[in-house]
């Protein structure tokens, strides 16, 4: 049985274990030759268990590439665990939950248009397909331009930032535009107050868009240099929030809001010391 392309390495030895019908606890001592004592899977362990290359499995495999005693943690750093596309697994007749570690701008399967970006909480929530969705689509080239043009880091920094800000919008039907159309081209029943509640699991990929377009700027030097005391700006930093997301940013008239708060953070000097 195949792994995934950068499958987890827990996501493959229960899938392993499964298809041999074995508890995953059998399997481990099973490979490790270990029962009592949580011995480490090694790269020749599993090759020689699964009849597969050491080559093929450690390609596949980015925990058993990088260190011969694999942890929980991200092999790489900011790679991410993303739930495989449900297309994907049901080709390969795989365990729908099937999980790879994935850069964190990956939010849609680049062969079958499903989201497969957060959330990822539970397995109750169906992933949602988007291939008739061109601003999600779009949205998704235009993230992975923003990881290349400002770096991962940053990149995946400006966009938790920025999601966070869209998601607290969406819960107060604020700034829609266009936001209200696309929950009613992916829900059969959109919410009639246009708001989503926070726990919505569709609240990140209708925000999606106005996500990306705020991380841009957000990840911009400029605005994400250290707190100069500048509030100057503000003006400034409005025109450019109104032209890269087509609203009317008006942050004078909503100090609460948390995209004043973000720029107050950035800019404020009594806020830089926190
Ligand atoms: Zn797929």
Redesign the pocket.
Known sequence: MPPFHRETLASYLYRLATANQLHPDDLGAHLTGARRTRAPITLHGLAAATGRSPRSLSHALPELRIASTPTAHPPEPLLTRRTV?R??AARRDAFRFATTWQPPEVNI?P??R?WIGPPVRGHGVPQLDVSAVPEILHAQRRHYRLARRHGRRTAADAFAEAAHITALWARHAFHDRGRARLIRALVDRPPLTGRLRPDDPITPVVTYPQTVDLARVLATPYWRRPASGDTDDLPRFQQDIDTHLGIEYHPENSPYDPLFGWFTKHHDPHAAIR
């Open positions: 596309c297309h994907c399967c062969t079958h499903i």
